[in-house]
C-alpha cells in the first residue's frame, strides 16, 4: 500500500466525494457522522484496508485527510509501520522532508512534516500510523486536488 502524499492511497484521492470514494472502495465497514467536529463531515472506515477517510464539511465533504493503520503501508518505497522512529525520520529526511514540527506526549509521538502535509504517529517510539493531508496553494489557500470530477 504506496501512500503518495498529496495524492492519496489505494486509490483514494484527494478532492472525492464520498460517492467517488464508495466508486472506488466499496461501501465501508462504518461511517462516523461528526456533528460536533467543526471541519469534518464524516469518516468512512474500511476494515479490510486500514484506513479512515476524512470529508471536510467547508470542502464540499470531499476529502482532505486519510489516515492508514495498515502493516503494508510504505512511504518512499519503504515498508514503515511498526519501525523506531529513528528509522522513519532518517528515512523521511533522506527524502528531502526536513521542516517539520514534534509533539511528545507520555506513550505517543506526533511528527508533522511540512513538506509533505504529514503526520506520522508513533507509540512506544514505534510507527503506528500516518495522516495523509492534501496539499494547498500557499497564496490562495485553495485545496490542491488530486482527484478532478468526471463530468
Given amino acids: 500500500m504506496r501512500l503518495e502524499f498529496g495524492i492519496g492511497t489505494c486509490g483514494i484521492l484527494f478532492g472525492m466525494t464520498p460517492k467517488d470514494v464508495v466508486s472506488a472502495l466499496g461501501m465501508p465497514d462504518k461511517i ?75 506513550t505517543e509521538e506526533t511528527v508533522f512534516f511540512d513538506d509533505i502535509a504529514a503526520w506520522f504517529n508513533f507509540e512506544f517510539g514505534k510507527l503506528s500510523y500516518v495522516e495523509l493531508g492534501v496539499f494547498f496553494n500557499e497564496v490562495t489557500g485553495e485545496a490542491l486536488w488530486s482527484f478532478e470530477e468526471q463530468e
Fill in 32 to 106: 462516523n457522522v461528526c456533528e460536533d467536529d467543526e471541519i469534518y463531515g464524516q469518516t468512512y472506515i474500511y476494515n479490510k484496508d486500514m484506513l479512515m477517510v476524512w470529508f471536510e464539511r467547508e470542502r464540499d465533504m470531499r476529502v482532505t485527510l486519510i489516515q492508514c493503520f495498515s502493516p503494508e503501508m510504505t512511504v518512499f518505497g519503504k515498508k514503515v509501520f511498526l519501525r523506531e522512529k529513528d528509522e522513519v525520520m532518517k528515512l523521511v529526511k533522506s527524502a528531502g522532508c526536513n521542516r517539520f514540527t514534534e509533539n511528545d506526549g507520555p
